[in-house]
T-cell receptor, first 115, second 114 residues
Framework: DAGVTQSPTHLIKTRGQHVTLRCSPI?????VSWYQQVLGQGPQFIFQ???????GRGNFPDRFSARQFPNYSSELNVNALLLGDSALYLC??????????????FGPGTRLTVT | GNSVTQMEGPVTLSEEAFLTINCTYT??????LFWYVQYPGEGLQLLLK?????DKGSNKGFEATYRKETTSFHLEKGSVQVSDSAVYFC?????????????FGEGTQLTVNP
């Protein structure tokens, strides 16, 4: 079975530009979450979507936005990129949106470098 | 809010040594606790989990027990292998306002030498 897939694998952008990252969850999973992992740190929660609705948002500025499509895939958008946005962006999927014990399965991530 | 504190790393061990990575947490309510592992250049893999007090999670020789009285979830393995070299993250989900989002510790880099 295919796991969580993310695209692109790597991305280099310039300050001020916009970026879109994509995620496809495991088949049958309806929840997608996004995390930012800065080098040398643990992942930080950005968003969770379940059944195409936002179910949670972390402490990130409004430059960050996301959406979930009818097929449960998701996009993360970041506007007006800053150098500090350079990180590994991880997508995770799970079967449910609110159960705290549901396992989240992570994709390989998108490495974003802002120059 | 929720928080997770892991022992400072990096940790370097010889093959077959005993491993302990300490993890303590702060959370309201009754969180679920997890250990994730990240190999170089890869995403996170769930290693084990525990969903209530005194539960023991185990997988691939790794174990961790959910201790509510000490708010801890220490990771242990009796005999590490070179292939265990990776970064290990302790995480929790739950609490009054956090739902299923994961809160991670800073990670502990483990290097096992032959």
């Amino acid at each position: 079975d295919a796991g969580v897939t993310q695209s692109p694998t790597h991305l280099i952008k310039t300050r001020g530009q916009h970026v879109t990252l994509r995620c496809s969850p495991i088949s049958g999973h309806k929840s997608v979450s996004w995390y930012q992992q800065v080098l040398g740190q643990g992942p930080q929660f950005i968003f969770q979507y379940y059944e195409k609705e936002e179910r949670g948002r972390g402490n990130f500025p409004d430059r960050f936005s996301a959406r979930q499509f009818p097929n449960y895939s998701s996009e993360l958008n970041v506007n007006a990129l800053l150098l500090g946005d350079s990180a590994l962006y991880l997508c995770a999927s799970s079967t449910a949106g609110t159960g705290i014990s549901y396992e989240q399965y992570f994709g390989p991530g998108t490495r974003l470098t802002v120059t | 809010g929720n928080s997770v504190t892991q022992m400072e790393g990096p940790v370097t061990l010889s093959e077959e040594a005993f491993l302990t990575i300490n993890c303590t947490y702060t959370a309201t309510g009754y969180p679920s606790l997890f250990w994730y592992v990240q190999y170089p250049g890869e995403g996170l893999q769930l290693l084990l989990k525990a969903t209530k007090a005194d539960d023991k999670g185990s997988n691939k020789g790794f174990e961790a027990t959910y201790r509510k009285e000490t708010t801890s979830f220490h990771l242990e393995k009796g005999s590490v292998q070179v292939s265990d070299s990776a970064v290990y993250f302790c995480a929790l989900s739950g609490g009054v306002t956090s739902g299923s989002r994961l809160t991670f510790g800073e990670g502990t880099q483990l290097t096992v030498n032959p």
